[in-house]
């Protein structure tokens, strides 16, 4: 009997099984049962300290923690499977999207912060060959800093890039530890990093983020996307320049006629310029926050696609419209009207105060009829009509690039931003709607009463 605990307990310490979480199975329990009263029923001395020993690895097998295989739902519509394997010295990735991505990539950073720059990854794309070892030294999207390994360098084992049914699937296994290379450490948690791309340059990710996975235990969490906030806060200061205050200040010139008419003279240019002074500084904001979060990743700005470029083309445009409207062409000051005509406004006067104000055509507030109306000077109309059409170019082009800014938050987020889209539309076409059933309204008023 002893000889067979001793046989017995020795193969399961040294080929414990390497895929189980608290190795607690029935025949080592019975095991470490049986040689207890072995234990203390032998009485050579010997054997009481070989049956310590057998019995301290036993239990020390039962109770060390082992790698499980885990499965990380990093979106509806994408899932990573990790497992260690071959003694904890390899991990093995399986990456599988519910689509066809340009390219995959699933990597790890020695540090927490989740960014691109700074990383390792692998990456697979459509008709290039099986998934390759890449190095991440800047995150630019233009990818000059997505750098393939050397040959030398490329030690990946089973890569497989598999397109079917609708469905992608990247696989591999890794050491983890390599020279020269991040190791990925297996005893505590470890930031993963993930992508999946829209074209074969990487430079634009359809969805990304990154994970805090410990591959022993198990436990993962998905972390919060760095600059989230400074994203949304550039998105809510874009729209309130160009989904709100743009466009009321481009309806009070439309609605000059109304609002004179109900409000006073001056309120439709007072509204005017206030929503623009507001405009301006909003866009400023909006555009200084995304330039700073750019160059604390190291990115270049301008260069990263059309929505970075015609940012850049509206925070000119605000800048150059406030200033066009500050430096305007003056209207030419009013002239005292001669004084042929005071006298005859003076005889009026006195002929209206004669018939006892029964026949009071002139009003003491209106102007000499016999004075013409002042014109305005040519540049004054020249400036006119190009204020106003170029603020109406460059409204259409800020609503689109708030739509366009709205798809760009949802896929770099992994948001949901229909309802976003849909209140936009809707704001923007009530207001339309205002607009355009005033202005009929106004069409249809009598000339009387307009004047």
């Known amino acids: 009997t002893n000889q067979f605990v001793h046989k017995y307990s020795l193969k399961i310490i040294a080929t414990r099984n390497a895929n189980t979480y608290h190795n607690y199975n029935l025949d080592n329990i019975v095991l470490y049962i049986v040689m207890f009263f072995l234990h203390r029923t032998n009485r050579a001395l010997w ?32 899932i990573v499977d990790l497992e260690l394997i071959d003694g904890d010295k390899m991990l093995e990735v399986n990456m599988t999207y519910a689509g066809t991505g340009r390219y995959l ?31 991440l030294k800047t995150s630019n999207e233009d990818a000059s800093g997505v750098v393939r390994m050397d ?53 634009t990710h359809r969805y990304f983020g990154s994970s805090s996975i410990q591959l022993l235990t198990g436990d993962v969490e998905i972390l919060a996307l760095p600059h989230k906030k ?38 439709w240019l007072k509204l005017h310029v206030y929503c623009n002074i507001l405009s301006v500084i909003a866009t400023t904001f909006a555009f200084s926050i995304v330039v700073n979060v750019y160059q604390q990743q190291k990115k270049v700005h301008f260069k990263s696609g059309a929505h970075q470029g015609i940012g850049l083309f509206l925070f000119i445009a605000a800048t150059f419209q406030a200033f066009a409207g500050v430096f305007r062409p003056h209207l030419p000051k009013p002239k005292d009207p001669p004084a042929s005509v005071e006298q005859d406004v003076i005889v009026d006067k006195k002929n209206n105060n004669n018939n006892n104000g029964e026949d009071n055509a002139v009003d003491e507030e209106d102007p000499p009829t016999s004075v013409s109306p002042l014109k305005k000077s040519q540049i004054r109309i020249v400036w006119e009509i190009c204020h106003k059409v170029l603020g109406y170019v460059f409204l259409f082009v800020a609503l689109w690039e ?50």
């Open 47 to 78: 054997q009481q300290w070989l049956h310590g020993l057998l019995i301290a690895a036993l239990f020390f097998s039962m109770m060390t923690v082992e790698a499980i295989p885990i499965s990380v739902k990093l979106r509806d519509d994408l």
């Open 105 to 135: 990539g699933f990597g790890w950073t020695s540090g927490s912060s989740g960014l691109m720059s700074g990383s390792e990854s692998v990456i697979g794309t459509t008709g290039t060959g099986p998934p390759a070892k890449y190095e």
């Open 151 to 203: 040959k030398s360098k490329q030690s990946l084992q089973n890569s497989t890039w598999v397109e079917s049914d609708g469905q992608t699937i990247m696989s591999f296994r890794k050491l983890v530890a390599e020279d020269g290379e991040i190791s990925i450490r297996i005893t505590d948690a470890m930031t993963f990093i993930w992508a999946v791309g829209e074209d074969e340059g990487f430079t």
């Open 230 to 267: 400074n994203y949304l806060l550039h998105g809510v200061l874009a729209f309130l320049a160009w989904g709100v205050f743009t466009p009321i200040a481009i309806a009070a010139s439309i609605l000059k006629d109304f609002l004179q008419l109900f409000t006073g003279k001056t309120v």
């Open 402 to 451: 708030v739509n366009d800014g709205i798809d760009h938050y949802g896929h770099k987020f992994g948001a949901k931003v229909d309802p976003y889209r849909t209140g936009f539309y809707a704001w923007i076409g009530s207001l339309l709607s205002v607009v355009v059933g005033l202005k009929l309204y106004m069409l249809h008023l009598p000339s009387k009463k307009t004047e």
